[in-house]
């Protein structure tokens, strides 16, 4: 039953079981190293499939349609169909690109992506890797993929690919600042950029209700910001199909292709578990105050459920975005930053200053 | 493969061929861009890539064939094109159409341009990023596109208007689906305004864009909504009567924008007067021939005949130059997005790129009416 | 203004118009020489103001090319068809409206294209239709290539 209800439990057996086996370091290299990694790309693989049937359903439901219902039951094999198809397609290198860095970029985007899961708390002490400065990591390490981008663009050799590079750069860049502002906002309220601090600092009640105002604001800009971040959809001018074919990756096929749609998906996911993992209480089940018997029965359900379904949650949210707003301008989207989200975030995480000063977050 | 000089012009500029394969041309429009940065310098549109000699062509058909070739030049107003067609060839040879005819003709153009309307609605979204108005745009447009199947055969290319009449008599269903679609419509004309209309982020992008001034869309010969969008009274409908649009109640729009939101609003409305004109004729069908009795060798007087309606793009105009025979000598078409095209340099100058798809979806361009 | 008043105002523009009156548009015969003065005096005399050329295009007929502009005034809304008769048929000449009529610069360029009708002074004479190399103009009634089929 342990095992059912918490994969600490389950993670905790395979260490003890390795480090019998084959001794201390080698258990950790194992584990750490081939186990671990392993179940990372398979999870993340599992996660796109899940995220693009999602994405189809959803565009679907919002559009009238029936979306993907023929392949498996539901459609649900469809994605499956189709990274099979991506799988045989010809890994096309154009004559007049810089081979090495046209091949290389998909790779750095995925590296990133997957770099950037590892603090992620996914249920009740399940995480890869607990560092002391997990926020910080995140949005450090997940600014690299604009080099990713900008490497596609510039050595595709295409006008398309290099217009959507530079607008994705200017984009990142820009958005970047906002995000880690409304970070900042609830590192202030924990004191600790660790993960399982901040989740564990939401035990009676999560940030987006104890930290007022100003979490709520930070939240919507979150939200608004990584959106940005990710290029979806209605900041997905570095790929604006109507503008610019397929900006960026207009010239990659196959397996090559098939990465940034990848890497694509698990931001997506990334900066749902953030936000979910900030704002909405990470694993935390859904509490309220002296309700004893209310809160039992949200413990009884397991955490990762409630990681993910707050991810979901989040991730609906974005997809909703899409498949509803029309794209910005390229200068009304950097007016949206450095004239809006920036000052307000600014002025926001003052105001969460005073909120922790004064003691209200409780 | 692009030379090294298509790069960067002597003058530092960045030339981009958006076309003749680009989503957001609607078609094989090749557009040569100057750029700089994001923003255009200057646009040298290059057509010609879906040219098939129409009017070379009706040069050899007989006055009975030549209008089902021109259902192929705005496919989206297919029956538009074959009424002044048809038009023409009444005119000079002065046949008489039943009344029963007219009002045919009337309400089928009108459905015609809602369907035009609805795709050219979706593809506004489309064009701007927003995925799902197309799929909205396409509910009704679908039922229409039946409902003319029931009657004409077909969906898209319809031939339905032939000298003298229409080629057959409506289905029977024909006035409760109508009715039934209309119905429908009106509910879901809405949704549109929910969708795209009342967006913000919509709004930002099509107010102040691809500025017209009234002057140059004179001067450029632009007719349609884009014209009325720059504040030029120019409803062929209401200016030069036909089949019997003089009888029936309807406003012209007219925006004094020049903006692509002031066309983009002169649209809608025009949804809803073609909305109020299908209203006032549905169920005032009268009896009669659907056809007029003509010969079956059709012979033009000699003489130059010009006959002008108004497709859901502008006006167009069928210009038949006649020797007396059975074939044309020479025939124009003088099509709305020809004109409409050759403003489109000065509309987007000083835009960004995101801006010149606004335009072009505004100005709703069909290619092959620009190529014939 | 009714089509007397319109006739008797283009006769004191150009003394040597002939008109026909068999169609639904006044017809008006203008001579090449000094074509494009009149059709400026057209455009901006304030009592005529043609300020919308609808439709240009030229036919080819047995011994002439004639250029046919179809003009209307926005404000006034008569109508005026000006015909301009190119009897050199090799190599037919006229001067362009482009600098009156913005729209014209197409429209001369599809009947260069086309028709093969050279404009002096327009700004871009190139083939607008068909490619840069194309040999022959099609519309013209001696046009022949190999693709031709004979319905």
Known sequence: ?362 | MLIEEDYITEEGDFVVNIGPQHPATHGVLHLKVWLDGETIKHIEPHIGYIHRSIEKMSESLSYRQFIYVTSRMDYLSAHINNQACALTVEKAMQIEVPQRAKVIRVLMAELNRLTSHMLWWGCTGLDLGAVSPFFFAFREREIINELMEDTCGARLTMNYMVPGGVMADLHPDFQRKVKEVIAQFKVNIHEYDQLLSDNVIFQERVKGVGYLSKEDAISFGCSGPTARGSGISCDIRKLYPYDGYENLKFDEIIEQGGDCWARYKVRIAEMHQSMSIIDQLIDNIPEGDFQAKTKAVLKLPKGEFYQRVETARGELGVFIVSEGGTTPYRIKYRSPNFSNLSALPTMAKGCKIGDLVAIMSTIDLVIPDVDR | MSREELKQRLSEICPSVTFDETGEFLMAFFTPDVFLTQMKELRCATDLNFDYLFCMTAIDWKDNFTAVYHLSSTPFRHALVVKVKLTDKENPVLDSVAGIWKGANFLEREVYDLMGIRFNGHPDLRRLILEDDWIGHPLRKDYADENMIEL
């Open chain 1, 1 to 362: 039953m342990t095992l059912l209800y918490s994969l600490s439990g389950l993670s905790y057996h395979i260490q003890s079981w390795l480090t019998r086996l084959l001794g201390n370091t080698m258990a950790v290299l194992v584990s750490e190293m081939v186990i671990v990694g392993l179940c990372l790309i398979g999870f993340l693989v599992l996660l796109s499939f899940t995220l693009g049937y999602m994405e189809r359903r959803v565009a679907a439901f919002m559009q009238l349609r029936l979306g993907p219902n023929r392949v498996g039951p539901k459609g649900t094999l469809q994605i499956i169909a189709d990274t099979i198809k991506l799988l045989f397609k010809e890994g096309l290198t154009p004559t007049n690109a810089d081979k090495f860095m046209f091949n290389l970029a998909p790779y750095i985007m995925i590296i990133t992506t997957m770099l950037v899961t590892a603090p992620l708390a996914f249920a009740r002490n399940f995480q890869i890797w607990d560092l002391n400065i997990g926020v910080f990591y995140v949005s450090a390490v997940s600014s690299i993929s604009v080099i990713g981008i900008l490497m596609a663009g510039w050595s595709s050799n295409n006008k398309y690919s290099l217009l959507g590079a530079m607008r994705s750069g200017a984009q990142i860049v820009s958005y970047e600042l906002s995000i880690g502002l409304s970070l900042i906002s609830i590192v202030i309220l924990t004191g600790s950029l660790r993960i399982s601090d901040i989740v564990m600092s939401q035990q009676n009640g999560w940030w987006i209700f104890k930290g007022h105002l100003p979490a709520l604001i930070a939240f919507v800009i979150f939200i608004v910001a990584s959106t940005a971040e990710i290029n979806r959809a209605p900041f997905d001018l570095a790929e604006a199909e109507q503008e610019l074919t397929a900006g960026f990756h207009t010239e990659y096929a196959g397996m090559k292709f098939a990465m940034f749609l990848l890497s694509e998906y698990v931001n997506l996911f990334i900066v749902s578990a953030l936000a979910a993992t900030l704002f909405l209480g990470g694993w935390m089940p859904f509490h309220i105050g002296s309700w004893s018997g209310f809160n039992h029965v949200m413990d009884f359900i397991p955490s990762s459920l409630w990681f993910m379904g707050k991810t979901f949650f989040v991730i609906f949210i974005i997809m909703w975005f899409r498949w509803t707003f029309p794209r910005l301008r390229v200068d009304q989207l950097l007016n949206l930053e450095w004239k809006y989200l920036l000052p307000i975030s600014m002025l926001n995480v003052l105001l969460m200053t005073l909120v922790a000063l004064l003691g209200w977050h409780g």
